[in-house]
Structures are given as C-alpha cells and as structure tokens.
C-alpha cells in the first residue's frame, strides 16, 4: 500500500498523490523516519471551511494538524455524506490531550 511520506497516511493502491499534503506517496515509508507516527481523529469537521479554521487554529498553538478531506477514500467518502461531514482532523497521539483542550478552546470562541 502507497504511504504519504509527510503525513504517513496509508492509501489505496490506485493511489498516487496524498491529498492532504500534496506529496507523491511512496511504496514505503524510509526507514530513518523511526516508523509511522502514531495519529489519532482529533474531531470531524463539516465542511473545508471549518476544517481549515480549527487547523490554522490547532497550528497556531502549535500542533502539527492534518486536515483529512473524506473525498480521498470513495467509502470513506459515502460514510461521510451518510454521517454528514466533510472530513476529519488529524493529530499525533502524543499530542492529543493538548490537541482536544486547544479544540475545546476553539470551539467556545468560535462554536
Ligand atoms: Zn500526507
């Protein structure tokens, strides 16, 4: 399976690009990259929009957020329009405690 070399994120074969970093994946990741980094769903997001502000917003303090649009994965995307979102937010494990306390903060200003 391709991986993104940036996020770490594993694709299907038909694969070539990731979408959220906008890097050609490879067949695997190097090895002095210390193995895949540990990514846990932060939250789900509606739209781009939103997704893109609670990004910006989670960077801003810091942490290394990735925007995952559902789009990238046909079932994932049927998944996402039954459930009613655009796509997902996602963050290192090791930063997730900070990562929902920052989101809280997000969402009292903004939600
Ligand atoms: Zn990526």
Redesign the pocket.
Known sequence: MPF?P??G?EYRPSMSR?P??D?TLVAALPPDQGGLIETVELCKVPDEVTGMAVQAYLLEAGIDA?LRDMRASFYANVLANMQGYWGTIIIAKTDEQKARQIYKEFQNAFG
């Open positions: 993104c940036k996020c994120y990731c959220d970093c890097e990735n």
